[in-house]
């Protein structure tokens, strides 16, 4: 392949208009994919602080003080900034880093090139659904460094400690920007979803229905769905909670508050009100992080076993369910809020149904690892460690789902083991697993294998080696977001689990610097790809042009004859048959 | 040749793989042995059962999954042919873990139901020793009816820093009530309700030897009962983000005999 094919049928672009305000679904996938990296190494690092404080309790150290002169006065971390540093970490992660990494990074840049069009349905709104959560991403990071810094209420924003200013000190000015930047995103990622849901009904090449579907593009048409039905119930709640902030409504905040010497003349409003909205969204969100991660896994599984994965049918009707459900189980958030008693039963009933998609799942990759032909490269190796990490994430779900065993672990550690392991777990790898993977395709190179499975050894080890042990502390009652837990005699035996956790987690941030090296260095020296298709892959994304242009393909699209899965098709020659090769015998399918 | 060499590399790949995961299930299943919950001191044994119960279910479960997903890794690392593996479909073997998950769950989720009624429905008739447990940052206050077994009227308008828990002071019925600061006692046996409530943000009341956590909200007065069957000394703690100080809103409880419980009762009325 020559250089400059990327000008085929858009002559010369400006560095502005290729770069900065592209229209293309490839660029603005990067785009995302470089903002997700930076809040990584952001929300990463506001965790590491997190694990410095637990893993050794008021350690002292000068130097902290010329870094952080607020949170870390006389180089003692302070409990306001400690509580400052996991809401942030939670809100970065989650939102900033899981939900725009996955969905919005890989669904902007796979969907057009999975599904044979030229680009997204909507390429400005495109544009503009980046160019809205960029600004959010700012706003929330400038929130560290307004008056009594950042938002201080956790991830979950629970008025009233969300909605008084005088709650917390991070509920000044901090708490405003944090509902303001997450207004941003909900705004961001309504654009995004109707633009996935649109382009995958829509422009789908000749010949490829929608039972023809890889699965990573069938994962991303059900969180487009999800993230249009459910996020708008965070922008709902967000701006009610902007008007009891500043304007004295009272939709969460009830009669008789008393804070600081004052009592607040709020009346009628409901805390329980923000808790339903929250989860209705939050739960979903779980699931929006998670899809596309299961669906990169099962893409990437089939192509290194060179089996075709095992049972498609019952793994797209599990998204679906997985979708469906996701919508009636967020109440088990709340089993020990002070609801009725009698909506605990039903959430335990729908929570529950949640594992029989998940174990067919599950199931249904060891099948398609069953007499595979393995290649362990790296985005296999992660692809593999998300199935390990799944049933582990999955598995102590049961518990939580049970209302009548969370009553004990709610609120604990066991609950940051769970989705540390189900949706950070899934969704993390799987961010890493499509990296690795579509590396090739987007930047025309290799990334180094040798540093690419150092990174992977010290990643899975040292993921288990910090959120396994989390479940013993919850277990034995730890509970979550405390500064401190040796104020609590019970917990003062627990902390060499605690420290050795810390260490664990600083293996895991460092393994991280690995992985960004790699990612650069590559961009510029990374061998050369000199295959269209490196992996021997289906999809057809791999039928483009190594390096291609605005429009995807040079000339006709692409047109479909198959499914994705044909690897030992026993009627074509070879071990794999690409969805855009034609059968070989009349006849068959 | 270099195809050889790297089929190799990529086959040591896979047995490092498998090791380590069959080496995380053994670590990870053996430190269930030595960590657990906390002593229980309470009548809720209910709860502990169905814990152990999902525990053996989901231990059973998560061995077999990552020693299979090991076993496949392993032996599947290289092979030269993978004729005849076009198998993609099973109606069978679908079905059967799909209804096989919902069969092994069902009794679970009834189980849960069963407990959660247990805990959670009205407590017992008869006369119950009710105490009010009141949540602010970062203090838990607690109140006795005293002797007539009324609480006094409480209204938050009466909050200050003299009337903490803004108790009416012409209330008869509260002049013999008895107020404790971060202290709980209770007689050892005997069921008790707790009713809560917070005066500022949400809290939550957790005794993690008795098996109970309930948030305390603002504006809603929750309640929980439960019996403690061990004399001893326990911590009660906030379970749910407070503020700064939530991780040393900590307070006692302290179980004592019927009769040890009736003499401090009356010490407390006569002060």
């Not at chain 1, 967000?238 to 003349?265: N, V, Y």
């Not at chain 1, 992977?456 to 919850?474: C, I, K, N, Q, R």
């Not at chain 1, 042009?545 to 074509?572: A, C, F, K, S």
Request: charged share 15%; aromatic share 16%; proline share 5%.
């Amino acid at each position: 392949m020559s250089e400059g094919h990327d000008d085929h049928d858009h002559g010369k672009q400006s560095f502005i208009s290729k770069y900065i305000f592209s229209f293309d679904h490839k660029m603005i996938g990067k785009q995302y994919l470089t903002l997700t990296m930076f809040m990584a190494v952001i929300g990463g690092a506001l965790a590491m602080l997190v694990r410095l404080q637990l893993g050794y309790p008021g350690q002292h150290a000068e130097f902290w003080e010329k870094l952080f002169p607020a949170g870390m006065s006389q180089g003692v971390m302070t409990p306001e900034f400690y509580v400052m540093l996991f809401t942030m970490h939670g809100t970065i992660m989650v939102f900033f880093v899981l939900s725009i990494g996955p969905v919005s990074g890989f669904g902007n840049y796979l969907i057009p090139l999975q599904i044979g069009a030229r680009d997204m349905a909507f390429p400005f709104l495109n544009m503009l659904s980046f160019w809205t959560v960029l600004p959010g991403a700012m706003i929330i990071i400038l929130s560290f460094f307004v008056e009594g810094g950042a938002a201080a209420s956790g991830w979950t924003a629970y008025p009233p400690l969300s909605a008084i200013r005088s709650a917390i000190p991070g509920s000044a000015l901090g708490q405003t920007l944090w509902l303001i930047g997450m207004i941003f995103f909900v705004a961001s990622f309504t654009m995004g979803g109707l633009n996935f849901v649109v382009t995958i009904l829509n422009m789908r090449t000749k010949g490829l229905n929608m039972m023809k579907l890889p699965l990573t593009t069938w994962a991303q048409f059900v969180v487009g769905i999800l993230g249009l039905l459910s996020f708008p119930a965070l922008a709902a709640g967000a701006i009610l909670l902007l008007f009891d902030r500043s304007l004295g409504t009272s939709f969460f905040l009830p009669a008789g508050i008393f804070i600081g010497d004052e009592l607040f003349p709020h009346q009628g409003g409901s805390p329980l009100l923000w808790q339903h909205l929250f989860w209705f969204l939050g739960h979903p969100e779980v699931y929006i992080i998670m899809l596309p991660a299961l669906g990169f896994t099962s893409d990437i599984l089939s192509t290194f076993t060179r089996r075709p994965i095992f049972g498609y049918r019952s793994m797209v009707y599990a998204i679906m369910a997985i979708g469906f459900l996701s919508f009636i189980v967020w109440g088990h958030h709340m089993f020990v809020s002070g609801m009725s008693p009698f909506l605990g039963t039903v959430f335990t009933m729908t929570t529950l149904c949640i594992a029989v998609p998940s174990a067919v799942k599950t199931f249904n990759w060891l099948a398609t690892l069953w007499r595979a032909k393995i290649r362990f490269t790296t985005p296999m190796l992660f692809a593999l460690a998300i199935v390990s990490l799944f049933v582990t994430g999955g598995l102590t779900g049961i518990f939580l789902g049970t209302n009548a065993v969370d009553i004990q672990l709610h609120d604990t550690y066991f609950v940051v083991a769970h989705f540390h392991f189900i949706m950070a777990g899934a969704g993390l790898f799987g961010l890493l697993a499509a990296v690795y993977y579509w590396y090739p395709k987007m930047f025309g190179r290799h990334m180094n294998e040798g540093l690419s499975k150092i990174h992977f050894w010290f990643t899975f080890l040292a993921y288990y080696g910090v959120f396994f042990p989390m479940h013993y502390l919850g277990i034995a009652g730890m509970m979550r977001r405390i500064y401190d837990p040796n104020t609590y005699d019970y917990l003062k035996p627990l902390q060499p689990v605690n420290t050795f956790i810390t260490l664990a987690a600083f293996v895991l941030g460092a393994a991280q610097f690995i992985f960004f090296f790699n990612y650069f260095w590559s961009m510029f020296r990374g061998k050369k790809v000199v295959s269209e298709n490196p992996w021997e892959a289906n999809t057809l994304e791999w039928s483009t042009p190594i390096e291609p242009g605005h429009g995807n393909w040079p000339g006709e699209l692409p047109e479909v004859y198959r499914w994705p899965y044909d690897y030992q098709q026993p009627d074509e020659e070879g071990d794999h048959a690409p969805q855009w090769q034609a059968p070989s015998k009349v006849g068959t399918k | 040749m270099a195809e050889n060499t790297e089929a190799n590399r990529d086959a040591k790949q896979g047995m490092a793989l498998a090791l380590a995961i069959w080496g995380i299930t053994i670590v990870s299943v053996a430190y269930f042995f030595k960590y657990g919950l906390p002593e229980l001191a309470s009548t809720r044994t209910s709860q502990d059962t169905l814990y152990y119960i999902i525990l053996a279910l989901t231990g059973f479960f998560y061995i077999a999954v990552q020693v299979f997903l090991g076993l496949y890794v392993w032996k599947y690392r290289h092979r030269d042919d993978a004729e005849g593996s076009y198998w993609h479909d099973s109606h069978k073997l679908e079905m059967a873990w799909t209804i096989g998950t919902a069969v092994i769950l069902i009794p679970v989720v009834f189980a849960g139901l069963v407990v959660w009624q247990d805990v959670k429905a009205a407590p017992p008739e008869g006369d119950m020793l009710t105490i009010e447990a009141v949540a602010a940052q970062f203090q838990w206050d607690f109140r006795y009816p005293g002797g007539d077994g009324e609480f006094g009227e409480w209204s938050p308008e009466l909050y200050s820093l003299e009337n903490y828990l803004g108790v009416e002071p012409d209330d008869a019925n509260g002049a013999d009530d008895i107020h404790m600061i971060n202290l709980l006692v209770l007689p050892v046996d005997q069921p008790v309700r707790i009713l809560l409530r917070s005066k500022d943000v949400q809290h939550a009341f957790f005794l993690p030897n008795h098996r109970v956590k309930q948030d305390v909200m603002p504006g809603i007065q929750t309640m929980v009962w439960f019996t403690p069957t061990i004399v001893g000394e326990y911590e009660i703690a906030c379970a749910e983000l407070c503020g700064l100080g939530h991780y040393r809103m900590r307070a006692f409880l302290s179980v004592r005999s019927e009769a040890d419980f009736q003499t401090w009762l009356t010490e407390q009325a006569n002060q």
